[in-house]
């Protein structure tokens, strides 16, 4: 048996296009803010991330889909 292991984002999408926003927005109007606000997002954006490892009986058979697009949305 392989292991298979992917990254999800489970935070809210919505809230993470605002901050890219807003990080925008200061970067033209006050570029010194970016000091704060940048690792800010960063922290979001890597407390939202989850390591989800599946055990599965074929993993190539898995990869192959992948690059056909099979599992694409």
Do not use: C, H, W
């Not at 807003?22 to 922290?43: F, Q, T």
Request: no cysteine.
């Amino acid at each position: 048996m392989g292991k298979i292991i992917r990254y999800e984002f489970v935070g809210d999408r919505t809230g993470l296009s605002l901050q890219a926003l807003g990080l925008a927005i200061v970067a033209i109007l006050l570029p010194k803010l970016l000091i704060v606000l940048v690792p800010i997002v960063l922290v979001y954006l890597l407390l939202t991330i989850v390591k989800i490892e599946e055990e599965i009986e074929n993993p190539n058979e898995i990869i192959a889909r992948a690059k056909e697009g099979r599992f694409r949305k």
